[in-house]
């Protein structure tokens, strides 16, 4: 595994990123830990740092996607696949 995706996904803070991917982490993050508490300061952050409607709407989608599919694995017990490795752990 690529160690910048392994530095992403133990901590985006610490990766390097540009500020741009910076602030779509931090939305998302927000998204999926705080999801009532997103304001339209959020997405003007994210217009400040170069981000247009469309690309707002299709991480918001995405991030959302996945915040659900994980939270039906999770409720209905799915395993996760035997051949897939967790970012966080590390390279094989």
């Known amino acids: 595994?690529?160690?910048y995706v392994?530095?992403?996904a133990t901590d985006w803070r610490q990766a390097g990123l540009s500020p741009a991917d910076q602030a779509?982490?931090?939305y998302a993050e927000k998204l999926t830990r705080?999801?009532?508490t997103m304001a339209e300061a959020d997405i003007a952050t994210l217009r400040r740092h170069g981000f247009d409607d469309a690309a707002i709407?299709?991480?918001?989608q995405i991030v959302g996607?996945?915040?659900?599919?994980?939270r039906?694995?999770?409720a209905l017990g799915v395993d996760m696949e035997t051949f897939t490795h967790p970012w966080e752990r590390g390279p094989r």
Do not use: E, G, W
């Open 65 to 70: 996607y996945f915040n659900y599919i994980n």
């Open 1 to 3: 595994m690529d160690l």
């Open 6 to 8: 392994h530095r992403i």
């Open 24 to 26: 779509l982490c931090a």
């Open 72 to 74: 039906v694995a999770d």
């Open 57 to 60: 709407h299709d991480a918001t």
């Open 34 to 36: 705080r999801p009532k």
